[in-house]
């Protein structure tokens, strides 16, 4: 992963939830690295963008601790771990994280790169990040020319740290996302733990929305109940959330019985997104994540 910022010279980004200083020069070179990319942001970076709307022509991956939160055009992650394990679905010099501060200080341990704006002036801030000048593992691997903006002095400095942590990485859908958003072709992914995800689908499925299509009878009731009680509570509040009852058995058969590589169609994906929130995990959000890309790239 990498991240990019811009800091004043005490490494302070922002004062009451705005930016310090707007530099055109530097908002051109922010869209032209993150173009196409995956990008990484706290909710109130999302509230500081133009009309609080994800950047567009990114995958915009939320993290904020609102509970049912949803956001147009953007994932949203309830919990750092299933934003983590969201990121790990591509390839790292595909995920920029854009801020704000809770967010560089949290995923900088797993930053390979930092693109700083380092600007020349003390903005006063009441927001900042570590100052990589003084953090262990951090070199300067590339610097511009002083610039010049109406008379305040920037410069582009890229950072390497040679060692990030590594990130978690999918538990049962071993793939490439990246590929895919460049593509835009149906996916190829590799089942890497077959055995427990296609029964966690089937049962699903098949315990949870075949019954309902006929109605309930006292013994389904019970059983699913028994079985997986909260789950099964869940999911009938969400009801509302899913796609057609036909839709979802067609996309059980197409995974039944299939080998270890799936290609998974779009028609797939939105009825997996049907389904998707709190129902299997995060890395079956995975779903959602592939319509928001395509909704913004
Ligand atoms: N200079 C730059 O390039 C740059 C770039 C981006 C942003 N900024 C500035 O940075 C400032 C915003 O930074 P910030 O730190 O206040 O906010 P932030 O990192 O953008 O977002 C904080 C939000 O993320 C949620 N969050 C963070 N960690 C979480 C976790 N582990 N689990 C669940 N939710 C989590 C917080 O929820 P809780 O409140 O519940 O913890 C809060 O809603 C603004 O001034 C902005 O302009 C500057």
């Not at 908002?27 to 999302?46: C, E, F, P």
């Amino acid at each position: 992963m990498k991240l990019i910022v811009a800091v004043d010279e005490k490494w302070g980004i922002g004062k009451n939830g705005d930016l310090l200083l707007s530099i055109p020069d530097d908002m051109l070179y922010y869209r032209a690295t993150t173009r196409g990319k995956v990008v990484v942001m706290g909710y109130t970076t999302l509230l500081s963008l133009p009309k609080s709307k994800p950047a567009p022509g990114r995958l915009n991956l939320i993290l904020a601790d609102i509970e049912g939160l949803r956001v147009p055009g953007a994932v949203v992650c309830g919990s750092m771990e299933q934003l983590h394990r969201m990121i790990g679905c591509f390839h790292p010099d595909d995920v920029f994280d854009i801020g704000g501060g809770s967010m560089y200080r949290q995923l900088l341990p797993y930053c390979s790169d930092a693109h700083i704006t380092k600007m020349r002036f003390d903005g006063k801030a009441d927001t900042y990040i570590p100052n990589l000048d003084e953090s262990d593992g951090w070199d300067v691997a590339d610097e511009s020319e002083l610039k010049d903006y109406e008379g305040l002095k920037y410069s582009f400095v890229v950072y390497h740290h040679a060692k990030p942590e590594p990130l978690p990485t999918a538990k049962y859908l071993s793939t490439d996302m990246s590929a895919y958003f460049r593509k835009k072709e149906p996916l190829e992914v590799a089942l890497v733990d077959d055995s427990e995800y296609k029964p966690k689908l089937k049962t699903l499925l098949h315990a949870y929305f075949r019954p309902l299509e006929n109605g309930f009878s006292a013994d389904e009731v019970e059983t699913y109940l028994n079985a997986e009680p909260k789950a099964f509570e869940d999911h009938l509040k969400e009801l509302h959330l899913i796609a057609s009852f036909d839709e979802v058995h067609a996309f059980a058969d197409r995974f039944a019985g299939q080998g270890e590589k799936v290609t998974v169609e779009r028609e797939d994906l939105e009825v997996i997104d049907a389904f998707a929130d709190g129902a299997i995990t995060a890395e079956d959000v995975i779903a959602r994540l592939i319509l928001s890309s395509n909704k913004t790239l």
